[in-house]
């Protein structure tokens, strides 16, 4: 049984303070009504007991993201790669893609590359790539640079593509509340 509220799930492929991919997943988050929760994948992947690397945050978020309804992914990239931890998350959830629990979920894909890099990238197609081979909605995907993410039009076009997400993963669910 649904609770009535949308979940949305923002993921952010970094926490690099001097990023600004922070400040647009909370642009975008802040422009949709609760009930929404946020994970941030930084660069420091922590060590077990054994020395192997370990994400306790990657549990978590594949329960998130069984659960929400709407997925913010915003991300760094570069010509050849995600960042390791958000790569890493997407190994762990092939196999809910795998057996359907992704289907049908709503995702806006917002990619920010240093001005040196084009926009046919490798982790541009990975990320598309893996939304499609999940079933998943795209309702819309942005490519910025780092130094036009935050400039007016882009902020205007990153709150743009988080409310027309949040209204196309609505009309799944028509009595979701609030309404925006």
Not at 6 to 19: E, K, Q, R, V
Not at 70 to 82: D, E, F, Q
């Amino acid at each position: 049984m649904h609770d009535g509220y949308l979940f949305t799930l923002g993921i952010c492929g970094t926490t690099a303070a001097d990023h600004p991919a922070l400040f647009v997943l909370n642009t975008m988050l802040t422009a949709l009504p609760p009930v929404k929760r946020a994970a941030y994948l930084g660069p420091v992947l922590p060590l077990d007991q054994r020395g192997q690397l370990y994400d306790a945050l990657i549990e978590p978020i594949v329960c998130d993201m069984r659960d929400a309804e709407l997925l913010l992914i915003v991300t760094p990239v570069s010509a050849v790669a995600l960042p390791a931890r958000l790569a890493a998350l997407l190994d762990h959830v092939v196999p809910l893609a795998s057996d359907g629990m992704l289907r049908d979920k709503v995702v806006a894909l917002v990619m920010i590359a240093p001005d040196t890099v084009p926009a046919a990238t490798t982790a541009l197609v990975r990320l598309q790539d893996f939304c499609v081979a999940a079933g998943m909605q795209i309702a819309g995907q942005r490519y910025f640079t780092a130094s036009a993410v935050t400039q007016p039009p882009a902020v205007a076009a990153v709150i743009a593509l988080a409310q027309q997400a949040y209204i196309q993963a609505r009309q799944r669910i028509p009595d979701v509340l609030p309404q925006m």
